[in-house]
């Protein structure tokens, strides 16, 4: 099992930029594909981005492609999100996820563990 503990969210201007970060517990983090999801008020969670156990491989929303960066450092368990040139669309409650499967995973019951959530906030 592996719990996660998502940091870093808050109110930032539109243009401006937020890292996220989350902290996972256990020795077998780095057996775990990583995945960031949204949740915007009234609307169903969304994938934003995920990454591979070894960090080799990672995919975007659409809506992020060149400007959302994931990342993941195995030694210290965590993975991060680089959010930049941040619109008002982009505010929601940020997840954090991890899933023992293989391949591109884009959809939430892809993954079976979950952080609380933070708050990002982008106004215009």
């Known amino acids: 099992q592996v719990q996660l503990v998502e940091s870093g969210g808050g109110l930032v201007q539109a243009g401006g930029s937020l890292r996220l970060s989350c902290a996972a517990s256990?020795?077998?983090?780095?057996?775990?594909?990583m995945g960031w999801f949204r949740q915007a008020p009234g609307k169903e969670r969304e994938f934003v981005a995920h990454?591979?156990?070894?960090?080799?491989?990672?995919s975007y929303a659409d809506s992020v492609k060149g400007r959302f960066t994931i990342s993941r450092d195995n030694a210290k368990n965590t993975v991060n999100l680089q959010m930049n040139s941040l619109k008002p669309e982009d505010t929601a409650v940020y997840y954090c996820?991890?899933?023992?499967?293989?391949?591109?995973?884009?959809?939430?019951?892809?993954?079976?563990?979950w952080g609380q959530g933070t708050q990002v906030t982008v106004s215009s």
């Open positions: 996820a991890a899933s023992r499967s293989f391949g591109v995973l884009t959809t939430t019951g892809n993954y079976g563990y």
């Open positions: 256990g020795r077998t983090f780095s057996t775990y594909a």
């Open positions: 990454i591979s156990w070894s960090g080799g491989s990672t």
